[in-house]
């Protein structure tokens, strides 16, 4: 019984690179959605799918991209990583009006 | 705009007495306002919910009052146990789902 699952784990990228963090759930949510967690800030809303084909902006969507070509999968980018970036990272799906989160992804650009 | 807020980063509390938690909000289209509990290296866990057209929902030790005139929601834990220590967040979702800042619940047995 899976239910959300990141990856990967942890993640050191340099200011400039790129990357994609994956997720993917297996409870047929149509909801997902990504959160970024930083001390004092609580989880902020970065983008968010209300199905296959649907992506919507949160409340910090600048300098990611997201794409949601399945129900199962809604993997979030960064095209160009910045230190502003650092942070760890919640994937989440949810069926109203519970979310069920992943584990999470701890991201570092140096 | 920081739509769900927590005001007290941390809170302390001996081991058999209430813990309360608070949260205020300022959009009134939320329809449901929750709790998750937060270990550290852990994503964080659903607790307990409650819908905008209640003002108490109770689980077990955990019960969640909402004052809509007041935006202002509260989660009670009785009674509080060392195992409770973790963050919690208030969140509340319309479209979307939003959260608070978080508070960090210390129970000392």
């Known amino acids: 019984n899976a239910g959300v699952t990141q990856t990967p784990k942890f993640q050191v990228l340099k200011t400039g690179q790129s990357m994609t963090l994956q997720c993917a759930q297996d409870m047929n949510h149509e909801y997902m959605s990504w959160y970024r967690q930083d001390p004092g800030m609580g989880l902020r809303l970065i983008h968010y799918s209300v199905g296959a084909g649907i992506t919507d902006q949160g409340e910090v969507p600048n300098g990611y991209n997201v794409s949601r070509s399945t129900t199962e999968d809604f993997p979030l980018r960064l095209l160009s990583a910045a230190p502003s970036q650092t942070s760890v990272y919640f994937c989440?799906?949810?069926?109203?009006?519970?979310?069920?989160f992943g584990q999470g992804t701890r991201l570092t650009v140096v | 705009d920081q739509q769900v807020k927590q005001n007290s980063p941390s809170l302390s509390v001996q081991e058999g007495r209430i813990s309360i938690l608070n949260c205020d909000y300022t959009?009134?289209?939320?329809?449901?306002f929750l709790w998750y509990k937060k270990y550290p290296a852990e994503g964080p866990t659903f607790l307990i919910s409650?819908?905008?057209?209640?003002d108490k929902n109770e689980d077990g030790r955990f019960t969640v009052f909402l004052n809509k005139s007041a935006k202002h929601l509260s989660l009670h834990i009785v009674p509080s146990q060392p195992g409770d220590s973790a963050v919690y967040f208030c969140a509340a979702s319309d479209r979307d789902m939003r959260f608070g800042a978080g508070t960090r619940l210390t129970v000392k047995p």
């Open positions: 989440a799906s949810a069926r109203e009006p519970e979310a069920f």
């Open positions: 409650i819908s905008s057209i209640k």
């Open positions: 959009n009134s289209m939320f329809d449901y």
